[in-house]
């Protein structure tokens, strides 16, 4: 069993500061981890993935994750917010190794970027 | 490749009418999925195909929905007869097979907007 639980629904930063948008997992597996992003009128594209190599993860765009095993969390940041990263992100988790079948997705968290 | 591709982008209709959302997978990917996107529920997955069978369909709402994979460049989501709260975006989606580096990513297209009047 898998669930993923994205712990804000909205967030709202100002242009040039840093990006925090926070996910915890939660597998009976060893998983992989996603982030996607998606910006208005669009499809869901990745922005980054962690598949047990390094536990820091680089994205497209600036951003990164990293994978905390103990605290079973999977954070995205960016040092300085950009107004084109106003978008919907969706943290996913799945068993490593799986294939797309076994993907589960949080519920999203909007980020805002105020000028 | 161009990616998946979704039409119509956009498909207003009237209740009662029947509506056909199609997807073309991109080419080599093995698996194929539907998902709905509404505010209340968020991303829905419907059903999914691999190498056009139907594998798991207990997302379907109801059997005014249904879907089919005829070959491995084409697939279609038919809602008949529609209803207004079937008004969302939906995503058709494909990925490589088990066992390939990356298998477990999604390419998603970029959706079929329904309005159901």
């Known amino acids: 069993a898998q669930s993923v639980t994205q712990l804000d629904s909205h967030v709202s930063v100002s242009e040039g500061t840093p990006v925090l948008l926070r996910c915890n997992y939660s597998?009976?597996?060893?998983?992989?981890l996603f982030w996607y992003v998606q910006h208005p009128n669009k499809g869901l594209q990745l922005l980054l993935k962690?598949?047990?190599?390094?536990?820091l993860v680089k994205g497209i765009n600036g951003f990164e994750a990293e994978f905390k095993k103990s605290e079973t969390s999977f954070h995205l940041t960016k040092p300085s917010a950009h107004m084109s990263d106003a978008a919907e992100y969706f943290c996913?988790?799945?068993?490593?190794?799986?294939?797309?079948?076994?993907?589960?997705f949080g519920k999203g968290t909007h980020l805002i970027i105020q000028p | 490749d161009a990616g998946v591709i979704q039409s119509p982008r956009h498909e207003v209709t009237e209740m009662g009418q029947e509506v056909t959302l199609r997807c073309k997978p991109i080419?080599?990917?093995?698996?194929l999925f539907w998902y709905r996107q509404t505010m209340m529920r968020g991303l829905e997955l419907l059903i999914y195909?691999?190498?056009?069978?139907?594998?798991?369909d207990s997302g379907m709402p109801e059997d005014r929905f249904s879907a089919k994979m005829p070959n491995a460049s084409f697939s279609t989501l038919k809602i008949q007869p529609s209803e207004p709260r079937d008004s969302a975006v939906y995503f058709c989606?494909?990925?490589?097979?088990?066992?390939?580096?990356?298998?477990?990513?999604?390419?998603f297209g970029a959706g079929s907007r329904l309005t159901v009047l």
């Open positions: 989606a494909s990925s490589m097979d088990r066992g390939q580096s990356g298998a477990n990513v999604l390419t």
């Open positions: 996913v988790v799945t068993r490593s190794g799986g294939g797309a079948d076994g993907l589960t």
């Open positions: 195909f691999n190498n056009n069978v139907p594998i798991d």
């Open positions: 597998s009976s597996y060893s998983p992989s």
């Open positions: 080419s080599g990917h093995d698996y």
């Open positions: 962690y598949t047990s190599a390094a536990t």
